[in-house]
């Protein structure tokens, strides 16, 4: 084994959420994306759904978006590639400051580093996740999933307030054979700092759909 590698080994050792995302991670999060119950509709319009949930474990709510036509000519693999490429993310995001990687895991989960815009005169935002992502053919589905951690080797930045991504995450499904899909945009963060919980999920509710 190289030097690289047991640096690797010994890096994955010390925290859970640098091992790979398991089969159970990912069927967690399609059951939020496709579970009805508890959700509190917020927003409704042709192309969307927005739903909302409170929780005891946050004071921020989760916020989820389905949209069962709106992509109905677009392949789930485009999708997945579009929301992979953050050399394009500047095109339709426009709260995206930078990305980068600081570790790989494997083939299909890294930890990344993401910073974002917030309006004047919020602090700027940032986060350490890891990201993972899979396509799972028998079910015709592409599954993009990130989740928080905090590690000595990624401290907080001076210019940043380091937000917080519980769960956060795309399923893509196929439909029309394989022609389209159905997407489901889930989220729940902790922006951190001083924002009042109540403004973060009305600012959810009312500016998530354009996302």
């Known amino acids: 084994m190289t030097p690289n590698m047991n640096s690797s080994r010994k890096l ?3 925290h859970p959420m640098l091992r790979p995302a398991t089969e159970g991670d990912y069927e967690a999060l399609r059951c939020l994306c496709e579970d009805k119950l508890g959700w509190e509709e ?4 042709p192309a969307c ?11 921020v709510a989760r916020v989820k978006i389905v949209s069962e036509t709106f992509f109905k000519d677009v392949p789930a693999s485009l999708i997945f590639d579009v929301l992979m490429d953050f050399d394009y993310l500047t095109q339709w995001d426009k709260t995206y400051m930078g990305s980068q990687t600081l570790h790989v895991i494997d083939d299909s989960n890294r930890i990344n580093y993401y910073s974002a815009s ?6 700027c ?8 992502y899979a396509h799972f053919p028998e079910r ?3 599954i993009i999933m990130n989740s928080s951690l905090r590690h000595e080797k990624w401290p907080e930045k001076e210019d940043f307030v380091r937000a917080n991504a519980i769960k956060s995450g795309f399923v ?8 389209g899909s159905r997407v489901y945009y889930f989220a729940h963060n902790e922006f ?3 924002i009042p919980s109540w403004a973060v999920n009305f600012a959810q509710k009312k500016f998530t759909p354009q996302y």
């Open 140 to 142: 015709k589905e592409w």
């Open 172 to 179: 893509i499904k196929e439909i029309n054979e394989g022609k």
């Open 12 to 14: 994955e050792e010390q």
């Open 125 to 132: 935002r940032d986060w350490v996740n890891r990201l993972s």
């Open 42 to 45: 917020t927003f409704v319009s």
């Open 192 to 194: 951190k700092g001083w």
């Open 118 to 123: 917030l309006p004047f005169p919020l602090k």
């Open 49 to 59: 759904q927005v739903y909302s949930m409170s929780t005891p474990e946050s004071s």
